[in-house]
Structure formats: structure tokens, C-alpha cells
């Protein structure tokens, strides 16, 4: 049975939006199994995490999602997921620039975990992290049969890591440039003393990583360095480029529908957003380079609320929506 139907029968959806918060988070020496599991347990819960406090899954749907068949090992991932206090917000993107503030946070990925006659699991959030998970103003969009494929959990953390800098209007993106140590908090190796230094993390993290997601998934990830100024000009930063991955464009277009076939695609938005949403230069700059996942869903219920008679000024209400990070209600 093919990946994706495993996650059908698990009656799971085929991506998750998942919160910057739990992308960029230190202290996690999450291993792949647990990084697995939490993505299958959000896409579980999903739906329900503003009316329901508790959610139940199949452990066999988490074993067959995650590629995995050994109970006791996931109760190991269980304990983790409950235990391990992760920080987030660590590149900052969670910052409101307009209103000059930032957050910082702290908490676990999981409140409680209960399996009963090894069949059923019940788990819970703490109320931050379902408020966090639930209405993520940043998100990235992981495919759950692509994680699946991903054979080390280096692989996996870089490969949320590249989807949530991806800009899908534009068929790439790049992240800015991220000093070592938050890199090595992000992938979970910064306790390890062996990448202490750039040559090792890059030998065997950062290629091995890329070479993996550059194989197995719908992106095509490159990376530069940063070196310190001065003598022994050492390597103080990397930065990511991510494009799509032309010969698995399948995967991609079950995540998001069929390809865009418009050459100007950009361009075309770009006008609408000037002439029918009566945006600015400098607003619709913003808007391609930091909305453009869901700027057409803002698009469709500015259009609706204004054909509605709701909408005074409809350059303002518009440019409201995408400088607050306003989510659609699903439809």
C-alpha cells in the first residue's frame, strides 16, 4: 500500500499546517520516530483542538503513518514527547514588526499521554501549545507520506525547516541567515559534541540532510556560509535556498493541487493585488514575500466580505488581513 493511502485508511489528512513554533524549537533531541509521531498526532487532532482537550488515535495507525511496528519504541517516543521542554521562536519569525514586539516561549510537546489495552491512545496539549498549534499565524505544510520516507530525523527537521521558508506562488524560497548554534538547536544536535565544529556538521548533517531531501521529497534545498571576519575566517552562519523538486512534482501537486501552468503567475497576482485590492508598491511587495501560501484564501473572503457590502475601504480591510496573519476560516 502506497503512503498516501496509509493515511487515508488512518482517516488522516494528507498535510498538516504546522505552527513555526514547532518547527523552530530548541532542546529537542527528538529522534525520527518522535518528530514522526508528533506531525501524525497534530494532523489526529487537529480539527478538534479548540473543542476538545483530549484526542484518541489507533496505535496502529500511528506505527503504519510513521513507518514503525514496534509499540514499546513509540511509548519511548510518548515519554519524550510529554518530558521534553522545547523553546520557541528561536529565528524570530514569530515577531509582529508592525507592532514592534516578539514572543518567546516555553513548554512540552505533549501535557499527557494514556494507551489503553495497547490498542488506543489518548493524549493531550497544554492550553498554550493547542493556541499556538491551533491558529498558527506562521506555518509551514508538511506532507505526512513524504515524512515518512525520510530515513534520519536530521533529514526530516531540515526538511520542515525548508517548507516553512518555501514560497509556493513564487516555486522557492530561502531562509535568512541562521548562526550555527540556533541551527543546531533547530536540528536537535546541539549537545552533541562530535558537530561541535562546522567541518563535522557539515559532513555529516548538513550534506547527508540535503542529499536525502533533495532525493526523496518535493523540494530541491542548496546552502552558502557565513564566515567571521578577520583571521581563521571560520563559519559563523549557513542559509538555505529551497526550490521545487521538477521530478517529484506528483507529490507536490497532491499537497496543493495540480501546478500552475501561467509562466507570469507572479505577475498576474501582483496586479490584482494592485488594481482590484488597491494595494501599494510597497504593500504588495510584503504581501508576495511573506504571505503568498495563503494569500489567495485572504484574497477569496476579502472579495466575498466586499461583494457582501461589508467592506468600506477595501485597500485597507485587505492590507489588515495580511499585516495581522488572518487566517480564513475553513470552508
Known amino acids: ?86 523553546q520557541w521562536n528561536i529565528l524570530r519569525k514569530d515577531d509582529d514588526r508592525e507592532k514592534g514586539t516578539s514572543e518567546w516561549g516555553v513548554a512540552t510537546l505533549l501535557a499527557e499521554a494514556v494507551i489503553t489495552d495497547d490498542t488506543v491512545l489518548t493524549y493531550a496539549y497544554s492550553p498554550t501549545m493547542r493556541k499556538k498549534l491551533f491558529n498558527p499565524t506562521i506555518y509551514a505544510r508538511i506532507n505526512l507520506a513524504m515524512q515518512k520516507k525520510f530515513a534520519s530525523k536530521y533529514s526530516l527537521a531540515l526538511y520542515e525547516l525548508a517548507v516553512d521558508y518555501f514560497i509556493r506562488a513564487r516555486g522557492k524560497g530561502r531562509t535568512g541567515w541562521i548562526v550555527l548554534d540556533d541551527f543546531k538547536r533547530i536540528l536537535g544536535c546541539e549537545y552533541e559534541k562530535k558537530y561541535r565544529s562546522y567541518g563535522e556538521l557539515n559532513r555529516h548533517i548538513i550534506q547527508k540532510a540535503i542529499n536525502e531531501i533533495n532525493d526523496k521529497s518535493d523540494l530541491q534545498v542548496t546552502y552558502e556560509t557565513k564566515l567571521a571576519r578577520g583571521k581563521g575566517r571560520k563559519v559563523i552562519a549557513v542559509k538555505f535556498g529551497i526550490s521545487r523538486n521538477e521530478y517529484k512534482t506528483a507529490y507536490f501537486d497532491k499537497m496543493y493541487g495540480p501546478k500552475h501552468k501561467e509562466p507570469d503567475l507572479e505577475t498576474q497576482l501582483a496586479k490584482r493585488l494592485r488594481d482590484e485590492f488597491l494595494l501599494s508598491e510597497n504593500q504588495v511587495v510584503y504581501a508576495l514575500e511573506m504571505h503568498s501560501a495563503r494569500i489567495m484564501d485572504i484574497l477569496d473572503e476579502v472579495k466575498k466580505n466586499n461583494d457582501a457590502g461589508l467592506v468600506e475601504n477595501i485597500g485597507s480591510y485587505t492590507w489588515d488581513k495580511i499585516k495581522n496573519n488572518y487566517i480564513p476560516p475553513a470552508r
Open 1 to 86: 500500500m502506497v503512503d498516501s493511502e496509509i493515511i487515508k485508511k488512518a482517516g488522516l489528512p494528507q498535510a498538516i499546517n504546522k505552527h513555526s513554533a514547532a518547527i523552530h524549537i530548541s532542546g529537542n533531541e527528538l529522534t525520527l520516530l518522535q518528530r514522526k509521531a508528533f506531525n501524525i498526532l497534530l494532523a489526529n487532532a487537529y480539527n478538534e483542538l479548540e473543542t476538545k482537550e483530549k484526542h484518541t488515535i489507533r496505535i496502529w495507525d500511528i506505527l503504519s503513518c510513521t513507518g514503525w511496528h514496534d509499540a514499546e519504541t513509540l511509548k519511548k517516543a510518548l515519554v519524550a514527547l510529554s518530558t521534553t521542554a522545547v
